[in-house]
Structure formats: C-alpha cells, structure tokens
C-alpha cells in the first residue's frame, strides 16, 4: 500500500469496490471516485498537472468525470507519469516493441490495485463457470515474468496461476519459442472436471494452428477448455483476420468460436476488457467494462461522445490506476455495442496495442 | 466489375491494340498530347468536371482541389509529353502490350500520367480505380475517347474491391502490370504476378524540406514558410511529395520556422481548407497532437496547433523519427548544418520522393549531391515540390521506358 494517507484511502476505496462480489453499475460512486483521483494525480503528477492547465482544467474546474483530461497513450514513451515520489518506484511494465522504438511504461508504486483489477475481471469473464474446489488450470501461451519481467501480460498470467491456477498450471513458451510437444502432451490429457484456460497472444496462436497443421494433429478439446487472445500483428512475420484465427483455433483445437475470447488491455491500465461472450452466452459478443472503469467513445478532435454505434476514439478512466494516470486516451477506435463496445483496431501506421509484439518477437526469432 | 466482364474487356482491349500498333506513326501521340493540352487548360471540361466530382468522391475540400490542379497541370501538356517521348527515345510500339494499372491514393495527377504513358508506347490500359478515387480515371479515359476513337477503345477504366481476388486474376493476366500503393500492397501484387510478365513497382514514398539560414531571417523567412505550407497543405499532405519533416539550420531558426509555418498553415485553412478525414485518420490527428500537447505542457517541444485539428506544427528539440499522422500535420527539426540535413534524412533513404530544399547557398551542391545519394528523385525549392514535371523520374525506371522491357526496368518477374 502506498505511503501516501490520501492516496492509501482511494486505494482502499477502489479495492473494495473491486471485490465487492455483485457487480453494478454506481454512477455516483465512480464520479466521486474519479474526481477524488483526478485531484490527487493533478497534484502529485507534475507533466499531467502542466498538461491539464494548457487545457484550462483543474481540480476546481473539473465537475465531473467526463471532463477529466485523458492523457495519450503515446505520452507514456515521452515521461515518467507517476503520481507517487520516484524513491518509491516498485515496477515498471513496458509496452511491447523493437529494440529501435520508444516504448511506453507504467511505474507502480505498489502491485496490490494492479492486481486485484487485473485478477477479477479474468475470473468473472473466462471463468464464469469457476467452483472454489475445482481451480482452473491454466496454460498459458507466454513467457514467464522470469523471462520478461517487464510485460503485464506474462504478469497477468502468472497473477492468476498463482491465485487461483490449479496444479499443473504453467507457461508454455520459454527461451524463444512454443513448447509445443509439452503443450500438446498436456492437452492430452487435459480434465474435463474443471475450467481450462488457453491463453496468450494471437500471434502465438497462429504458431500454434501453424505447427499443428504442419503435424496433420487435430485435437478435440473438450467443453471445458476456454481460449483467451489478446494483442495484434504489427510487425510480425504472420497476420491472419480475427474471424479467420477463430475459425482455424476451432477446427485445430475443437474449441468452438463461442468459448473463445478476446482481452482488450494494455500496459498503460490495470484493468483488462474482455469479449462478454462466455458470461452472456448467447447474447451479442461485445466489450464489458468493469464497473469501476468507464469507456467513452469520442469524436477525435472535440472529445464530444459520437452518436450512438458511430465509430470513435475509445477513451477510457480506470479507477485502479491510482499510482499513475486514470483517465488515458488510446490510439484504438470503438464502436458502441447495447451497453458494451467492441474494439475496431487502430489507424494505419500506428503501433498495435496490447502484449503480442513482445511475447510475439520471442517467437519469431526463437524454436517453433 | 465481374471477372468474366473483366476477361471479355481485356480480350477488347487486345484487339483495339492490334489496331492502334497498325495506325500510322504519330497519330496516337498526336492525339494524347491534345488530351494533355486539354487536361492543362483550366476552363476545359475535363478539369472542370474533375474539380467538381473530385471532392465529394475523395473529400477533399473544392479549393484544395482547384489549387491542386493549377499547381500540378500548368506544364503538363503536349509539348511536355513530346519532349518526354524525346528524353527517354520510347516508340509508339515499343509497349509490351494490355497494361493493367492498379491505381493507388487520391490524388489524380499519378493516375492521368499512368494512364496516358501505356498508350504512348502502344499498348492499351486496363485501369482499376483506386477506392479512394473512383473519379479521376473514368475522366481521363472519356477525355481520351473524345481526343481519339481507336484511342478510346485502348482504354478502360474498371472499379471492384481489392479483395476480390478473381477479378485481380483478371488484371494480372495482362503482359505488363503497373501496382501503385503501399509496400504491402505492391507485394502482395508482386506475389502474385504470373512468370514472364512484366511488372513495373510505384510503392511507398515520403517527402521531406531542408532550409538553410539564408531564407530563415526578416522577408525572405515570411517567403519561404508561405510556399512551404502550400507544400504541405496541398492534397492534405496525402501524396508522396508532400512534405512530413523540415529540417531547418540553428535552433533559433527552426523556432522561427515553425512558427511562421503555423501562421501560413493557419491562413491557408481559411482560404484552401483541409478536407473531411476518416474517422481513423482522425484518431491518428488527435493521438499525435495530445501526445505534443503533453511535451509541449513540460517544455519539451514547442507545438502550435489548430483547435479543431486542421493543422499542426511541433518543433522538435532534435531530429528524430516520429509518428507522422499526415493531414497537415508537420514537424520542425533543427539540425546543425546541411551535413546534417543528409544525416537526419538518411533513416527514410529508401521511401524518398522529393525534397524541398532553399538557403544553403555554397552548401547547396554538396547538399543536393548527399540527398541524391540517398535516393531523392526531386529535389527542388519550396512551393514546387508538388508540380513535378511530366517526365519526373519518380521510381527511377522511366515514365515510359519502364513499360517497354527495356533493361532498365524492373524486370520481369
């Protein structure tokens, strides 16, 4: 917990909404929440502070959380955007990229609001089926923080092994490349009595439907076995459509398309958006906001919200960045979906977001 | 545009070719110069229709368009593409036979010169439009038609999604193919090209300025930022010769670049204003400008900005490579000298289209000599970069040489 009274009380604040166990949406709540975090960051964050008064916005201007500045996501490459004393520096997550590019970083002070935002929304998205005496196993398609210490991805994984992975659970891709014989021996033998997550990057699955095609191997996986995707292609030696990767992960793994789901995060959040597909089965795949994150979806240069399903820049304040900047504008374009949203990608020529180039570059030039 | 409708016009094409390879020489090049002449007079019908149509199909804003046109098509005419035919010695059956385009972008210029270059050399056109431009090649195929018959039924010009791939079959079962457009889409393209045909490669291009400390002082300052905002401005800085980065010599000087560059571009919206962006261009526009508006708040580069995003201008503390959204969005980089100059630009070496460069007086020819170097095909002084002349060497294979298999072309594949 950070050192700061003011700043262990919004913790505080936000980690029991976090755990609350019913979820609902509280509009009041997150206003003074995220007015209170506003007030905090504007102070002890000085390049926020400057960026907000070039926009005429201070704590004593600001009514309400719609009109708190969201910081770019690029300004995480350019400056340290903390709101704690630099001595108190515990963990950075980068973004991924080559070696040549700038790349972003998320400083925390503490890793307790990291991860419980990161943990639940996991649990209540991809394991909605989960039962206290039968813990998930979970394999997941990434390197182990030992290896990348820096990537949220790997951290996220290791997060939920530890907290809730079933015995068994591990990483199956080390020093460069997929373990793909390890990976398909524990396939063979994977339970039917308990959830089973597969998880990592896209690009790692595309290796993974590559090289099992290359084996003439077809599994049949069964209803226990969920896929969680995340990330892009930037950059990479081998890109394939979403609906085309579903199609293919179905047919290689027999997972069918509706237990399979995609994670909208990114280095600079806590908190991780995913596809409502297995909480809501049956209703219309989109994006669910935890109730403690909002997602706006705005004109690019006014900021106003675009009308209802017009497409527009996704913006959005996560109350679990309190060591850093809550309210981020991503370089991702979105769309309404009922009282969700889904993710339209990003323009051409910007970076993809997400963890996939990172784990991805291990892949690409390591064993497959 | 099915694929069987594509066969039996290509199969048409061929035959009108026979025809115009038997006409008697000078005929079709005395024919596509009175196109060209047509296309250079602002009161023709041509011009005047594409100024209308070009907007609404491409979003651009009718004035940028009208200044575009003028700019661009003053010295394109008959006596240019006389002269061009001199310069690179081509025949009028020196042409490989039915060229098939893939046209990229939206700006018309590439397409009017890539539509009219296969022709001179004798070979028929199969044009497909580029999405962003439906308009451009539909009139320049009729204008061909009323300068000359038999030149018409040389001529098509054909819409259908990139995807579709039989309908890409279709086009790439031609004997020469020009692919206009992104890396990835030229080699996509290239993937699959039959053996023994002929492919000519116009793929991604950038440009960049260069000014020396003679033009950044007093009235000459004033001078240079207004024709170097035109550079800018022009066709919403989309093509491959508009301007992404100046590169100005002295730190002081740099700061008075961009600042006079932010006066002229502010003073162009009012008079040529930047058209309607896509939602993801926009999204690029405003990630690019918050993200200076942050280093700008800690003094880190100095950024003038449009409020509502129709232009914008960072000065940069050094050069660097950044994120270059387009849609008149520039960055000012101060360098130490015209060595420098080279230095800085060498990272976009192999993408280099042109280069606006003024105020190095004696560094100049040292200068224009290390920019060649790295593969600048034009470099000339602000406010002309975008009216390159008609036989402008873009790709450094010839207008019309590259579509005859001479040995300097890109070779069959």
Request: charged letters at 25%; aromatic letters at 6%; glycine letters at 8%.
């Amino acid at each position: 917990m950070s050192s700061d009274p003011r700043r262990a009380e919004l913790d505080a604040k936000v980690l029991e909404w976090i755990e609350e166990p019913l979820w609902g949406t509280d509009d009041e709540r997150f206003d003074t929440l995220a007015l209170a975090l506003f007030a905090f960051q504007f102070e002890h964050c000085l390049p926020y502070r400057r960026f907000c008064e070039n926009r005429g916005r201070t704590p004593e201007d600001v009514q309400t959380w719609v009109e708190i500045p969201p910081v770019p996501t690029g300004a995480f490459k350019e400056m340290p955007l903390h709101s704690f004393p630099a001595d108190r520096l515990a963990h950075v997550f980068r973004t991924s990229g080559t070696s040549l590019e700038r790349r972003g970083e998320l400083h925390l002070d503490t890793l307790a609001l990291y991860e419980a935002s990161l943990l639940v929304p996991f649990q209540r998205f991809l394991l909605p089926d989960l039962h206290t005496d039968r813990e998930p196993l979970i394999y997941a398609l990434a390197p182990s923080p030992a290896e990348v210490r820096d990537s949220s991805l790997s951290h996220m994984f290791a997060v939920a092994i530890r907290e809730i992975g079933a015995e068994g659970s591990r990483f199956f891709l080390s020093d460069g490349g997929l373990e793909l014989d390890a990976l398909l021996e524990a396939m063979d033998r994977v339970p039917t009595d308990r959830p089973v997550l597969l998880g990592g990057t896209a690009f790692a699955f595309v290796h993974l439907v590559d090289a099992l095609a290359q084996r003439n191997a077809r599994l049949e996986l069964p209803v226990s076995v969920r896929i969680m995707e995340t990330g892009g292609f930037k950059g990479r030696s081998r890109s394939m459509p979403r609906p085309e990767l579903y199609e293919r992960l179905e047919d290689a793994l027999g997972v069918s398309v509706d237990r399979i789901v995609n994670q909208y995060g990114m280095t600079e959040l806590g908190s991780q958006f995913y596809d409502s597909i297995l909480r809501e089965p049956g209703a219309v795949r989109r994006k669910l906001a935890p109730p403690w994150t909002r997602v706006r979806i705005v004109e690019p240069a006014s900021h106003r919200d675009v009308s209802a399903e017009a497409t527009g820049t996704l913006v959005i304040t996560d109350l679990a960045n309190t060591g850093s900047i809550s309210a981020i504008q991503t370089a991702d374009l979105g769309r309404s979906i009922l009282e969700g949203f889904e993710v339209l990608g990003r323009e051409p020529g910007a970076e993809e977001r997400g963890c996939s180039i990172a784990a991805d570059e291990l892949l690409d030039t390591g064993k497959t | 545009m099915n694929p069987d409708a594509l066969r039996e016009r290509r199969m048409r094409l061929d035959d009108a070719g026979q025809a115009l390879r038997a006409r008697p020489k000078g005929e079709s090049l005395d024919a596509l110069c009175r196109t060209l002449d047509a296309w250079s007079d602002p009161e023709s019908r041509w011009r005047k229709r594409l100024a209308q149509q070009l907007p609404p199909a491409t979003g651009f804003s009718p004035e940028t368009v009208q200044e575009g046109l003028r700019i661009a098509l003053a010295q394109w005419n008959g006596a240019a593409l006389r002269e061009l035919v001199k310069q690179e010695r081509c025949t009028e059956t020196a042409g490989l036979g039915t060229t098939a385009l893939f046209l990229a972008g939206s700006i018309p210029m590439p397409s009017l010169v890539q539509m009219l270059a296969p022709l001179v050399v004798g070979a028929p056109v199969l044009a497909k439009s580029a999405a962003r431009d439906p308009v451009t090649p539909g009139l320049v195929a009729a204008s061909i038609a009323e300068a000359d018959p038999l030149l018409g039924e040389c001529v098509a010009a054909v819409q259908f999604p990139g995807e579709d791939t039989a309908c890409v079959g279709e086009l790439l079962a031609c004997p020469c193919i020009v692919a206009t457009g992104s890396d990835e889409t030229v080699a996509a393209i290239r993937d699959r090209v039959p053996a023994g045909a002929h492919l000519v490669e116009h793929g991604h291009r950038l440009s960049l300025a260069a000014l020396g400390t003679d033009v950044t002082r007093g009235n000459a300052l004033d001078d240079v930022a207004a024709r170097l905002a035109l550079d800018i401005a022009l066709w919403d800085q989309l093509g491959c010769l508009s301007p992404i980065a100046v590169y100005v010599v002295g730190e002081h000087a740099a700061a008075a670049v961009a600042e006079a560059l932010a006066e002229k571009l502010g003073a162009l919206e009012a008079r040529m204003p930047r058209g309607s962006v896509d939602p993801a261009a926009a999204n690029a526009f405003a990630q690019a400008r918050a993200e200076a508006e942050m280093r700008a708040a800690s003094g880190m580069v100095r950024l003038y900005a449009d409020p509502a995003d129709a232009w914008a201008v960072v000065l940069e503390p050094a050069a660097a490579l950044r994120p270059a959204p387009l849609h008149r969005f520039v960055r000012v980089f101060p360098v130490v000298d015209a060595a420098d100059v080279a230095r800085a630009a060498s990272p976009y070496a192999p993408h280099l289209a042109g280069i606006a460069a003024e105020g190095f007086e004696s560094e100049s020819a040292a200068l224009n000599t290390a920019l060649r170097a790295l593969g600048a095909p034009r470099i000339c002084p602000p406010g002309t970069l975008q009216a390159p002349p008609l036989d402008w060497n873009r790709d450094g294979h010839g207008v019309l040489r590259s579509l005859t298999g001479s040995p300097t072309d890109t070779g069959a594949v």
